[in-house]
Every structure is written in C-alpha cells, then in structure tokens.
C-alpha cells in the first residue's frame, strides 16, 4: 500500500428518508478544520437514491466537492448495498481520512467497510486533530507526521485513548452525534457534485426490508436542549417527575433521565441521559435524584453548569456537580420552580 | 440448526481500570463478567434452541482464565464451548480480533452466528459487522427481536427513530441489543454439567485461512498512542441547607451565571 497515493478528508454524508442528517453537517465542519491542516479538501460522499438535490446543501455547509452514488437498491439504508458504495468510493478516489457518524447506521455499515477496504477504524471519537504518531520521537522508531489523531473515551468515560492508524490507509473513525461543531450554513455555495455508480448485483447479502415501523417521538431531542431537567430513580415515581417538568417549564428546558428511570418503564429510552442513551451538553443541566453511576456520568460531564439535588450526600453525582445541594427533592424542586416563576414574569 | 454465540469477558467496570506500561489494557488485574450485550444474545440463542431446538457453540478469545464465561453459558445452557487463546493474538483491536475469531468460525458448521452489539470495556461495536464481513455473510446489526422462518432469520433492527422488520438467508450474523431479554440464571444443574463438560481450547495454529500479520498487537491497523484516565473537572461546591436556603443558594447560582 503506498500511502502517499491516498489525499482528501471524506465525510459519510449520512441522509434517512432523503433528509441529510445533522451529522453530516457536522462531519464536514470537522473534516475542513483537518482539511485545512493538511492542505486538501473535503468531499462528502452521498448515498442513497433520488438525492442528488441534497449536494447543495452539503456544500453549503462547506463541502468542497460532493460524490453522489445514486441507486434504487440505496432507498433504504441496508449494510451491504451502502458498504459496496463507500467501499467502492474508497477503492476509486483513495482519501487518506474516512469520516463516519458514530450513529445506528454509521456503527453498523463503518465495521464493515473498514474491513472490505482492509483498514482500521476508531469507534466514537469525540477528538480528531492532526499530529505525529507516536506523539514524541522514540529513538529508532520512524515518527510519522500528519497523522490522523483519534480520541475517544472507553470503559463508560472511565478511560480516554488516543488512536493512531499509521500503516494503513483511510484512517477512518466514526464520530459522536452532537459534538463536532458545524459551519455557518452559506446559502449558494457550490461544491464539484461528481456521481459514481459501481453497479449494485443484489446477492445473498442483500437483506430484505419487510417493514419500516418508525416510532412516534413527541418529544423534543435532549440532545438540542439548552437546560435538562433530569431525574432518576430517587424521584420516587412517575408521577413525582411533574415536579421536574414544571421546573423544565418555568426555564424553558426539557426533561431526561437516568437509566434506572428507562429500565423501571417510567420514561421513554430517547430521554436517557448516559453511554447506553444519549450524550448531551446542556448549559445547564439538573440531575436530581441521581446517584451519579460512571455510565450516567459519561453522558453529561461536558455540559457547562451542573446542579445536584439529592438526599444522599456520598452520591457520586456530588464528584461532577458545580453547585451541589444536599437536600429533599420533593421540599427543594417545587419551591424553586415558584421563586423561577416570579422571577421570570418579571 | 447450528448457532455460534460469541462472548467477551469484559472488566466489571466498577472495579477500577489498569493500564500495562505500553498502554493496552492490564485485564488480568481487573475483576470480570460476561459482557452484558453478548450475554443477551446468548439469551437469543437459548430461546430459539428452546423453540426450535438448536446446539448453541459459545466462542470466546481472551486470556485463559476467559474458560469462567463459557462455564457459564454452558451452565446457562450452551451445548459447546471454545476458547481461542494465544499469546500472539494479545493487544489486538477490533479488526485484529474479528479477523481472528472468523478465522475460528471457519472450523465450524453454523446457521447463525450471534454476537453482542458492543462490549462494554471498548464500546465500539465493531467486531460483529467485521466478523461478518470476513465470512462474507449478511450481518443485521441492533437487534432487538430475532426469529427464525424457514432458511432464514427474520429481525427487528433497531435505529434511533424506527425499526426496520429485516429478513435475511442464513447463515447470517445478528448482533444484540442487551434489551432484547432479560438472561437467564444459570441452574444448580446446569453448573454441575457445566464444569464436567470439556471446553475446546484453539491457539493460532486452529485458526483458517488467517495470515500471521494480521494478528495480535503486531496485525492491528490502530495503534494507541497514549491512553490515560479520564481528567475530570474538579469536584465544585456542595452544601447542606434547609429548602428554603436551599433554593435562595441556587436563586442566587442561577442569577449570577445568567440562566434566569
């Protein structure tokens, strides 16, 4: 494999029912911070059928050039007929750097290109820069320069690791929803739209959809919220958490929850605050009730202000809040939520 | 039918992280159980054997004392148990460990191959869809209910906002979901069975068509270069006050950093 071949920061530009995801955008925004460090370009690769409308969209948000593989087997998102497409972009245009979103789709059909195109991949990233590998100089051992640097955390938070991959090419990772930032979207930027169609033979490996059952979400995405209220197992029950949502509703923000309050059925799992739910980066976030678990932790340690309301006062959740307060939920929540009230009116 | 189940012993998180000096994982020092997605899908496995009657293989690679998690899928009910443990295969990331394990499964007769979504040491959920693709097999990843109808399994495959009803020819490999059932506990019974049963122990040498620089530390495309503990923001303020000082502290808190 001769490396030097490969050139270009590559984005999935992952797009459900012909909607482009906000990862793509996302991906692109990090892909030109690289880009830039590598004196290259970034070019999206999109996938699906009837989406060559999408490019422009692409390129407003940054994308330098658009790839567009286009085909009716590519209606609906199926491993192999999208593997066989960035696979077989991968083998044509060799980019040195494959982005993926760390989503339900992208941690399904990244494995699986990674290992038709015979390169690594790193789960999960929520870091990506440009540096040396091994990051100082060993005596004797060859230091490689413009490396793809991967951070990613591990063991539920517990852990971080920087991951190289200097041997093979594309250096792919799959990245986390909601922490790359995106670009101020240009309205009439342009980007080069090429199509390319490595022909799709359905095989064995092509699955059948028999249905598509999309579930009903009313609610809005914790992920997009400015302040969370959440709550866990110490809330009582599923009745007590109105004193959460009246709180939500005084500051103008969104209930979560802990993983305990998921498993005994009392919330929805698209509130679920944590590594099995969501990652969120609230600018306020309340965990009250909540002990505070490490893979509750992970999911909301970034978020700019946290509040602790709990009765335990060896909870862990203490470790991580800015303003903790030892105290009675049930006496603390609607009282604040009154003097938020008055205060707001105002 | 035949159903290949593989397993990760992972580290009990809760019992702290170890590091070797080269940065890799020390998991010899950590305490450990099965890991709970793979645990789902052995789960998966045992109802279909109970539905439709099936010899239930459980896989594992790992270090020797990974023998405790096929003891217990065997006592959970699991026909066979295979460890592939080598010295050479240590260190390995995901593309290194799916290569090895397919390598294992090339020995083996199979309708289905079940594997967790992810474990919960690495979190990656790699190394099923890359096992599948070195069989050159469907994978249907996420699933949250398995069938079998006919010569081919029927799933429900989970995504953010939906689920898609997906049938593919078997073989096939399906990952789980840990909430696709609640496991069962092993029996007095099944323990006692379990440790007069034979465990099968496979080293580099049982592993098909796998070339030598595609194993271990040595074969794995990602290297680490640095791997530490997480650094935490410091611990912030933590009082004990009455309600109503209570809420005039957070008033206060609240004001000052401009949220109301």
């Given at each position: 494999?001769?490396?030097e071949?490969?050139?270009?920061?590559?984005?999935?530009?992952?797009?459900v029912?012909?909607?482009l995801?906000s990862?793509a955008f996302?991906l692109?925004?990090?892909?030109?911070d690289?880009?830039?460090?590598?004196?290259?370009?970034v070019t999206?690769i999109?996938?699906?059928s009837?989406?060559?409308?999408?490019?422009d969209?692409l390129?407003?948000?940054g994308?330098?050039?658009?790839i567009?593989?286009?085909?009716p087997?590519?209606?609906?998102?199926?491993?192999?007929?999208?593997?066989?497409?960035?696979a077989s972009?991968?083998e044509?245009?060799?980019?040195?750097?494959?982005l993926v979103?760390a989503?339900?789709?992208?941690?399904d059909?990244g494995p699986r290109?990674?290992?038709?195109?015979?390169?690594?991949?790193?789960?999960?990233c929520t870091?990506?820069?440009?540096g040396?590998?091994?990051?100082n100089?060993?005596?004797?051992?060859e230091?490689?320069h413009?490396?793809?640097l991967?951070?990613?955390?591990?063991?539920?938070g517990?852990t971080i690791?920087?991951?190289?991959?200097?041997?093979?090419?594309?250096?792919?990772?799959?990245?986390?929803?909601?922490v790359?930032?995106?670009?101020e979207?240009v309205?009439?930027a342009?980007?080069?739209?090429?199509e390319f169609?490595?022909?799709?033979?359905?095989?064995?490996?092509?699955v059948?959809?028999?249905?598509?059952?999309?579930s009903v979400?009313?609610?809005?995405?914790?992920?997009?919220?400015?302040?969370?209220?959440s709550?866990?197992?110490?809330?009582?029950?599923?009745?007590?958490?109105?004193?959460l949502e009246?709180?939500?509703d005084a500051?103008?923000?969104?209930?979560?929850c802990?993983r305990?309050?998921?498993?005994?059925?009392?919330?929805?799992?698209?509130?679920?605050?944590?590594?099995?739910?969501k990652t969120?980066r609230p600018?306020?976030?309340?965990?009250?009730?909540?002990?505070?678990?490490?893979?509750h932790?992970a999911?909301?340690?970034?978020?700019?202000?946290?509040?602790?309301?709990?009765?335990?006062?060896?909870?862990?959740?203490?470790?991580v809040?800015?303003?903790?307060i030892?105290?009675d939920?049930?006496?603390i929540?609607?009282?604040?939520t009154e003097?938020?009230?008055?205060?707001?009116?105002? | 039918m035949k159903?290949v189940?593989?397993?990760?012993q992972?580290p009990?998180t809760?019992?702290?992280v170890?590091f070797?000096p080269?940065?890799?994982l020390?998991?010899?020092?950590?305490l450990?159980?099965?890991?709970?997605?793979?645990?789902a899908?052995?789960?998966?496995?045992?109802?279909?054997?109970?539905?439709?009657?099936?010899?239930v293989?459980?896989?594992?690679?790992?270090?020797?004392?990974a023998?405790?998690?096929?003891r217990e899928?065997m006592a959970?009910?699991?026909?066979?148990?295979?460890?592939?443990?080598?010295?050479?295969l240590?260190g390995a990331d995901?593309?290194?460990?799916?290569?090895?394990l397919a390598?294992?499964?090339?020995?083996?007769?199979?309708?289905?191959?079940?594997?967790?979504?992810?474990?919960?040491d690495?979190?990656?959920?790699?190394?099923g869809?890359?096992i599948?693709?070195?069989?050159?097999?469907?994978?249907i990843?996420?699933a949250q209910?398995?069938?079998?109808?006919?010569d081919s399994?029927?799933v429900?495959?989970?995504?953010?906002d939906?689920?898609?009803?997906?049938?593919?020819?078997?073989p096939?490999?399906?990952?789980a979901?840990?909430?696709?059932?609640e496991?069962?506990?092993?029996?007095?019974?099944?323990?006692?069975?379990?440790?007069?049963?034979e465990?099968?122990?496979?080293?580099?040498?049982?592993?098909?068509?796998?070339?030598?620089?595609n194993?271990?530390?040595a074969g794995?495309?990602t290297?680490?270069?640095?791997?530490?503990?997480?650094?935490?923001?410091?611990?912030g303020?933590?009082v004990t006050?009455?309600?109503?000082?209570?809420?005039?502290?957070?008033m206060?808190?609240?004001?000052?950093?401009?949220?109301?």
């Amino acid at each position: 494999m001769n490396l030097e071949e490969y050139k270009g920061v590559y984005v999935f530009a992952q797009q459900v029912d012909n909607q482009l995801s906000s990862i793509a955008f996302e991906l692109i925004g990090k892909g030109k911070d690289l880009a830039a460090d590598l004196g290259t370009e970034v070019t999206a690769i999109l996938v699906g059928s009837d989406v060559k409308g999408l490019a422009d969209e692409l390129a407003a948000y940054g994308a330098d050039k658009v790839i567009v593989v286009d085909d009716p087997e590519l209606k609906e998102y199926r491993t192999e007929p999208y593997t066989h497409a960035v696979a077989s972009v991968i083998e044509k245009y060799k980019p040195e750097i494959v982005l993926v979103g760390a989503t339900a789709i992208g941690r399904d059909l990244g494995p699986r290109v990674s290992a038709r195109v015979q390169t690594g991949l790193t789960a999960d990233c929520t870091v990506l820069e440009i540096g040396d590998f091994p990051l100082n100089p060993i005596p004797g051992k060859e230091q490689k320069h413009n490396q793809l640097l991967m951070t990613r955390p591990a063991f539920g938070g517990n852990t971080i690791a920087t991951i190289a991959c200097p041997d093979n090419r594309p250096q792919m990772a799959t990245v986390r929803p909601g922490v790359m930032q995106k670009r101020e979207k240009v309205e009439g930027a342009k980007a080069v739209v090429e199509e390319f169609n490595p022909g799709f033979t359905p095989d064995n490996k092509y699955v059948e959809i028999l249905e598509i059952v999309k579930s009903v979400v009313d609610t809005v995405d914790i992920m997009d919220a400015k302040i969370l209220v959440s709550g866990g197992r110490g809330v009582g029950s599923p009745e007590n958490f109105k004193l959460l949502e009246d709180l939500a509703d005084a500051l103008g923000g969104t209930v979560s929850c802990s993983r305990a309050v998921v498993d005994s059925g009392w919330k929805p799992r698209d509130l679920q605050v944590g590594q099995t739910g969501k990652t969120v980066r609230p600018s306020v976030y309340f965990a009250i009730g909540i002990s505070g678990a490490i893979q509750h932790v992970a999911g909301m340690e970034e978020s700019d202000i946290i509040i602790a309301i709990n009765k335990d006062e060896t909870a862990p959740i203490f470790d991580v809040a800015d303003y903790g307060i030892v105290g009675d939920l049930n006496k603390i929540v609607p009282m604040l939520t009154e003097q938020i009230k008055a205060v707001v009116k105002k | 039918m035949k159903i290949v189940v593989c397993v990760k012993q992972v580290p009990d998180t809760k019992g702290g992280v170890k590091f070797n000096p080269d940065g890799t994982l020390d998991r010899g020092a950590m305490l450990t159980i099965m890991n709970p997605d793979d645990k789902a899908g052995l789960e998966a496995a045992l109802r279909l054997k109970d539905q439709y009657g099936a010899e239930v293989t459980v896989l594992t690679m790992g270090l020797p004392k990974a023998e405790d998690v096929l003891r217990e899928a065997m006592a959970m009910g699991a026909d066979n148990g295979i460890l592939v443990t080598d010295r050479v295969l240590g260190g390995a990331d995901t593309w290194a460990t799916s290569t090895t394990l397919a390598g294992a499964i090339r020995n083996l007769d199979y309708d289905l191959i079940i594997t967790g979504r992810q474990a919960i040491d690495g979190d990656t959920a790699q190394v099923g869809p890359q096992i599948s693709e070195h069989l050159n097999i469907p994978v249907i990843s996420y699933a949250q209910d398995i069938k079998i109808e006919g010569d081919s399994v029927i799933v429900e495959r989970q995504y953010e906002d939906r689920y898609h009803v997906v049938k593919a020819k078997m073989p096939c490999l399906v990952t789980a979901l840990a909430e696709l059932n609640e496991p069962r506990y092993m029996t007095p019974g099944g323990i006692f069975d379990a440790l007069e049963k034979e465990i099968t122990v496979w080293g580099r040498a049982n592993l098909v068509d796998v070339e030598d620089s595609n194993l271990g530390l040595a074969g794995s495309p990602t290297k680490i270069a640095k791997a530490s503990d997480k650094v935490r923001k410091g611990t912030g303020e933590k009082v004990t006050l009455d309600p109503e000082e209570a809420v005039s502290y957070l008033m206060n808190k609240l004001t000052e950093k401009h949220v109301i």
